[in-house]
Each structure stands twice: as C-alpha cells, then as structure tokens.
C-alpha cells in the first residue's frame, strides 16, 4: 500500500510551521543563547552627533578684527572665573544686594563666554574686547528695571567722565512681557544718542511679541537660531522690532563652575550680537578716526548680514550677521 505524506505549513503572524519544527520569528531585539536564555537588546537609535561648536563655525579662523580696544558691558547675573577669562582685565559694580560679583545664576558667565573667550577650547566672537561686568540679576528672580537703569547710569557717567575711554557696547539681559519703566527707557535712548549701542535679546516664550526693552527702536533687538542654522528656537520670541537673529540653541559657552556647558535661548544669540557689534565699532573706529554713533555701528551690523532662507523678515530682522562679510567692509589689522 502507497503510503503518502503531506507537509502542512501554518502561517500565523511572525510564526512558520512546518510540522513539527517550529520555527518563531519574535521581535527582533530578542536573543537566545546558546544555553537557552533570553536577552532583549536596546536597539534604540543612537542619536546623532551633536557639534558643540556649530554656532561659531561661520566665525573666520584668522580674525582681522577682534574687538581690541572696545570696551563691552555686561549686564547680567555677574560673572565668574574662569580659564577662557584669564588674562583679562574684568571690571565690575554689583547693583543688586548679593555684595558679589559672583554669578550664582551661571547665565551671565555664559553670555560673557559668547563674547569674549580667549581661546582655551573655543573662541569668542570679540577676544580682543575688554569686559565690564555690571550684576543686575542676583539669580532671585526678583530682578526688575530699576537695577538696568541704575547701572545704564553709571555707565553714562562713566562715559561722560571718560570721554578718550568710552563703554561704546552694552549687552542688556533683562526682558519682560509687556509693560516699560521709564527710567530704564530714557537711560537707553540717552545711551543710544551717545553713541552706545545697546544689544537685548527678544525674548524666551516662544510666541510673537518682542519683550520690553527690545521692542525699543534704540537697541539692536535679537531672536535665536535653532541649532540647525535654519529656524528659528523653538523658544525665541519675534515679531517686526527684530533686528538680527543668532545662534541661541545649545551653544557652548563658560560655566560658573569653572567648566563649559551648552546655553540656549535669546540671551545667547544677543551675546553674538554684541561680539559682532565690538567688532564694528573696532572697525568703523579705525576707518572714521573717531568713534562710531549706534546708527554707524548697525547700519555696518545690516549690510553684513544675510537673511536665513524661509525665515520671515519678524522673526530675524536684517538675518544673521557674516563676520567675514564685516571684516571685509571694514578692513582691520591683525
């Protein structure tokens, strides 16, 4: 009698059987050793390589100018050592009740990084420019105008006692939604009018609507650059006051532990500006004989510039600032 056999094959979803081998098909980031145990693998995506320097890439690697001889105030947290400061000669006023200039808040130490860091791992936009530290912000959370109005004064009367060794840049880290202070405004526009140019970041909400003071027509108002060099921050806030827009998205910059750490937001991106504003007045100054006005200082700041492509005009203003492109109006020596 012919015998015949038929070999039977059962799909089910990831499972072939044929007879009685069974094959089993199961996640893939299941494994089974050779003695039988079972092991799940992380088969997450590593993610992508992230460079910490992408902010300062565009930056020349030969600086024709450097902001010697400019003198930067730093309005901020305060600052506090560190390697990428040493050898400059950091001056200083608190105007808050802290009795330091220590930043405890380590934002100001990061936005001064940004401008002036000397080389130690990376370079600021100004290394050659001289920073004044002037603490408005004791890291309470209770800061408030009247303490950027107080030391826009001072720096004033300093100016006006110093007419041959001027603060001729202020980087202003104080913002609020809506609202002004009228000292605070009428410092600015006397600062501008002397010929200070007056740098403040647009703000962190992320929605339109530049903050008090960067909505003023004295100051060069800035929004932030994703890291991706082509939208902008999630977080930046815009709207038709926008001057310039910079990197503000993870940009490595000096701690206040001594260390390195990645900063975002628009205080960043104002940071470059002010660099760039440095390096301006250096040039425009060498050019002139003479010190340049703020409108000189943004007129050069605008035709350096470049739009980012799909941004609208209120969320980058003039575009990015091209430092190359500055240093190539304005010339400069080594």
């Known amino acids: 009698m ?34 039988g145990e079972f092991s799940w693998v992380d088969l997450t995506p590593a993610p992508e390589p992230f460079d910490n320097l992408w902010a300062y890439r565009t930056l020349p690697a030969e600086k024709k100018l450097t902001g010697k001889g ?26 808050t009740l802290s009795g330091s200039l220590a930043d ?78 009228v000292p605070l405004t009428d410092a600015i526009n006397r600062a501008h009018d002397s010929g200070v140019t007056v740098v403040v970041p647009a703000g962190n909400f992320g929605y339109p609507g530049v903050f008090y003071p960067a909505n003023l027509s004295t100051v060069l108002a800035v929004s932030a650059l994703a890291a991706d060099g082509t939208n902008l921050y999630a977080n930046s806030a815009y709207g038709p006051e926008v001057d310039f827009t910079a990197p503000g998205d993870r940009v490595y910059t000096a701690s206040s532990d001594g260390e390195y750490t990645l900063m975002s937001g628009t ?59 500055l240093e190539q109006q304005l010339g400069g020596s080594k």
């Open 70 to 95: 400019v003198k930067i105030a730093v309005a901020d947290s305060g600052i506090s050592s560190h390697p990428e400061f040493n050898g400059k000669h950091i001056l200083g006023q608190d105007f």
């Open 2 to 35: 012919r015998r015949i056999f038929l070999l039977l094959a059962v799909w089910l979803p990831g499972v072939w059987a044929y007879g009685a081998d069974t094959l089993f098909l199961g996640p893939t980031n299941l494994r089974i050793s050779e003695e």
């Open 267 to 325: 205080s960043a991106a104002a940071a470059f500006v002010t660099g760039a504003a440095a390096l301006a007045v250096e040039g425009l100054t060498q050019k002139l004989g003479r010190c340049p006005t703020a409108e000189e200082v943004k007129n050069a700041l605008k035709a350096a510039s470049s739009k980012v492509p799909g941004l609208p005009d209120i969320a980058q203003g003039s575009g990015r600032i091209d430092v190359a492109k």
């Open 104 to 181: 405890v808040k380590n934002h100001g130490t990061g936005v001064a990084g940004i401008i002036g860091a000397r080389g130690v791992r990376f370079t600021g936009v100004a290394p050659g420019s001289a920073i004044w530290v002037y603490k408005i912000d004791d890291g309470s959370r209770l800061i408030g105008p009247q303490a950027a109005a107080n030391a826009l004064n001072t720096i004033l009367a300093h100016n006006t006692a110093n007419p041959d060794d001027k603060i001729t840049v202020v980087n202003l880290s104080y913002g609020v939604s809506g609202g002004g202070y």
